[in-house]
């Protein structure tokens, strides 16, 4: 399969495909007729590196976890990675949360303001 084919079966945007062959990380095949032509095993590690990719993992990140990848008994090493990148997203997740909380803390403050002055605008034009 072409680089072009791949983009459009995967709807992959051909800019995106030459950034990864150009990081070296999901190599296309052979050079047939002058066009890099795609094997499985090659899509399938694409697929890898879009995942890693879109999980926030940095060039680095992807390209140690795909060298790890290729290499035996480093399953610990991988979910170690995994872990790493899931606690941080998580972190992420509970200072999100905590902003929303002070958020909505402060929304609330302001309602109840503008309640206040609602009320007292209501008594003066009933007390006229």
Known sequence: MTIE?????????????REY?????CGAGK????????????????STVMTLHSLGFSMEE???YMRLLEET?????????????RSAALAEIHLRERQLLRLD???????????RAGDRGKKENHGT
């Open 5 to 17: 084919e791949a983009s459009r079966r995967y709807q992959i945007p051909m800019y995106i495909l």
């Open 21 to 25: 062959e150009s990081w070296g990380l």
């Open 31 to 46: 050079k047939v007729m002058g066009a890099w032509r795609y094997e499985d095993a090659d899509l399938e590690r694409l």
């Open 62 to 64: 992807v390209a140690r």
């Open 73 to 85: 008994h480093t399953e610990g090493q991988r979910l170690e990675m995994l872990e790493e990148k």
């Open 105 to 115: 803390a402060l929304r609330h403050q302001l309602r109840k303001m503008r309640g």
